[in-house]
């Protein structure tokens, strides 16, 4: 489905990736977990080939039989939405304050459908009705009636309408209550349930990672670190990098605290460690 292979990103001539290199199989969520500045949000919008004129990659990204580092803007845009979902951080700044929540269904559906204004309304209230979302009166509502909650779980019904092959979520759940993350999570959860869609989901919170993901990668200044499947992250972390970010989530302390005590060096060969277990193993005990 998506696979990333030696990905080289630098922006205004920084480098923010360095060789990352991972995959996401078809039907399968995979997590990536890392600190602020950690290269996560970088490595979505590269994904999407998005700021092209910003950012220079080397390495090649590969969806679906498609070179998207290559292809065509044009083409791209056919990809972005359709193919690839995208649901972002901080839902209020990603809605239109003059468009009312039917607005946006409307517009998403029809610039990559040839539905018309009828059923792509229709849509709408079959999303509603499948994300429990309530009235379809909410359809008429604008983005400043309703909760950055209530806008995130639209932004998913709005994603998952298009019904794409795989879907990025990045940071889905930051500057959320903790019910608010948790039905959140249970919606992402849900629709991964019901229709099989490759994720690929990015947050700073292991909680979120482990609650959805079953592979994850961990991120440390543009590095992969340390990527398996989520049980043997969680109970046997090899790097000590990734270490700190389980005892970020076990002793419940911020996770740019702990990260930022953590100066181990992160430029070792990534080899692997156990079955599907890749870790670079510089500062490990084998």
């Known amino acids: 489905m998506l696979e990333i292979r030696n990905l080289t990103v630098f922006i205004h001539n920084k480098q923010v990736l360095n060789q990352v290199s991972l995959s996401v199989p078809k039907g399968k969520v995979v997590g990536i977990i890392g600190e602020s500045g950690s290269g996560k949000s970088v490595l979505c919008s590269t994904i999407l080939n998005l700021y092209r004129k910003e950012r220079s990659a080397k390495g090649s990204i590969e969806f679906d039989g498609k070179s998207l580092l290559s292809i065509e803007e044009r ?9 690839i979902g995208l649901i972002m951080q901080n839902p209020m700044s990603m809605f239109n304050p003059i468009v009312s929540i039917g607005g946006h269904f409307i517009e998403t559906l029809q610039a990559h459908t040839k539905m018309s204004k009828k059923e792509a309304i229709e849509k709408a209230k079959e999303q509603l009705a499948l994300f429990q979302l309530g009235n379809v009166e909410i359809l008429n509502k604008y983005p400043n009636e309703l909760s950055g909650g209530m806008l995130q779980r639209i932004m998913i019904a709005i994603a998952a309408s298009l019904e794409p092959k795989l879907l990025l979520a990045d940071e889905p759940t930051t500057a959320l209550d903790t019910m608010t993350q948790l039905e959140i999570l249970k919606e992402l959860k849900k629709l991964h349930e019901k229709t099989a869609m490759s994720m690929l989901i990015v947050s700073h919170d292991l909680g979120v990672i482990a609650n959805l993901a079953e592979e994850i990668v961990v991120m440390r200044r543009g590095i992969v670190v340390e990527q398996g499947p989520t049980s043997h992250i969680l109970l046997h972390p090899i790097h ?7 005892a970020a989530r076990d002793e419940h302390s911020k996770l740019e605290e702990l990260a930022d005590k953590y ?3 992160v430029s070792g060969e990534l080899v692997l460690y156990d079955q599907n277990h890749w870790v670079r193993m510089e500062g490990t005990n084998r």
């Open 240 to 246: 000590p990098y990734t270490q700190t970010l389980v």
């Open 263 to 265: 100066e181990g060096s």
């Open 75 to 83: 083409k791209m845009r056919e990809v972005r939405g359709k193919e």
